[in-house]
């Protein structure tokens, strides 16, 4: 009778596992099982378990909003990075790629304008471009998002420029990050997506029109994800628009704590800053970066140039709007770091964000795990092909393919003209490219042994072909010397990890946020622009820059 009752029991919890599971509308009607829910509205808990041994419980309202599909889920702890369930390599191995750290007290900050009594929404329109675009407008709308204490709406599947190889052709970020776990481990994030966000605003009688002022039932929205100009047409016509929010006209301000008394003070900062002399933004900070806990007007100043001279700020009608959006638009195109166009007032804040990028807003464990096993057959390589048996290798990326900027498209015998000054003749070269006639680095193989992530597709048979470029991006930022290709987003998310590991591993230079090992191609002038700590300048897409990692675990704890 108890083996019996018992099997009953377990019946009955998979199918009311099922039903949770079933049943949230999407945008056809369909059901998904995006999200969990509780039948009856009650509390329950659901414990996850990191690498180190910390427990974090969050409510099953905070599971409604983030629970991934199971046949999908990426949901992996944050803390390191284990690849038993992906093929390996084993765990010292893998643990070169760690650039990321586990800080417990960071999980629990809250933004000042976190109010779980008041939920406001902000929902964005991905950028056009291509993959690191994309992750760029992600990480700045993300850091929003948290900064302004507001639930954060996943655009819905949809196709990305440049991937759509083999059967896979949409995508969301969920494909890429671990997003389901940013927002467990973090008591001030929630994040839904917008089949869930539909859902609420239509049971709560629909989202309040822009220009009448009229809060009006959900109408029937033609969209899907081959689709989608009609659901932002319409999120357009029912939200709030910042559109002077331009990252190469202004800078968005956060304010420490709401009401006018903080705005004003930033107000008075920028106009303090524009009474004198702005700087020059090639010479007035190079090597010498303003203290990241110093004065507002101080760290406010150095973001600001006769280009960039006007704050938009998160004012206190702006923080009573019930739904941003961020439409994509010349004037609003969130082609930025994050770093580089969010200040905030609260210098430990601003650091919080920056680790918080760091520690959390990376791929997920396939993609690091691949990429690992490839740099320790890469490594491999090198000791053999070494003198010494060094496993050092050097990593160039040559961008060609659509590039738009001509001027970076150069031949083989140009490309080791610009770098044989720097690397070791005969040493190991991975080459990150979208170059697929290799012959056309024969030059360059009379002097380097070249390597390429074709040589290693055998260790990664049955990873999504689609991550083939995020994992020449790894594979590259380990490199001992690494040459981009300037103005690509791909090269200076390489240089942001390097700028990581730096901090991490204590490389030559870290102090002052210099990677002496990075180079550009081309320009000229530009060759040498990570060597040296730079300040922030337009047109900002063009390179990564060191305040994102300098001095960034300074005020751990102090939140």
Known sequence: IIVILMALLSIINILASGILDDGILSNNGDSSSNEMANGNGKITQKRFQNQGGKTLRKTAEKMTQQQPPPETTNS????????????????????????WSDIESDSLYKSPFYDESSIKY????????GWNNIRMAM????????????TLVLPPKNGIYLLGRGHNTEFTFQDFFHLDSIAVEHEGLNIISMEEFLRRKAAEGGLTDRETGEKVALPTINWDSQRLGPLWEY????SHLPADWDPETCIAAIPSESGQAAVDELEEAMAEILKGELPDIFLTYEDKPTDVDGPVVDRLKEMTSKDRKRLCIYDTKMQEEPLIHFAYSEETRLLSHFYAFIFFQDWKQDLWSKRFIRDHVRYIDEIMCAAARIVAAVRATAA?????????YDSLHVRRGDFQFENTRLEADELYAKSSDELTEGATVYVATDERAKEFFDPLREHYKLVFLDDYLHLIKGVNPNYYGMLDQLVAYRGRVFFGTWFSTLSGYVNRMR?????????????RGALPQSFYFVPDDRKFEMVKYKGVRLPIYMREFPTSWRDIDRGIGEL
């Open 76 to 99: 992996q702890s944050l803390a390191g990075l284990s690849c038993d369930s992906f093929g390996g390599p084993s765990e010292e191995v893998a643990s070169e790629m760690v650039f």
């Open 499 to 511: 700028g990581y590991a730096s901090v991490k591993q204590k490389w030559e230079g870290y102090e």
């Open 122 to 129: 902000i929902t964005f329109e991905p950028d056009h471009g």
């Open 139 to 150: 990480e700045t709308v993300l850091v929003m998002a948290h900064a302004m204490g507001r």
């Open 235 to 238: 999120l357009q016509g029912h």
């Open 384 to 392: 053999t092909n070494s003198p010494t048996q060094s496993t050092e």
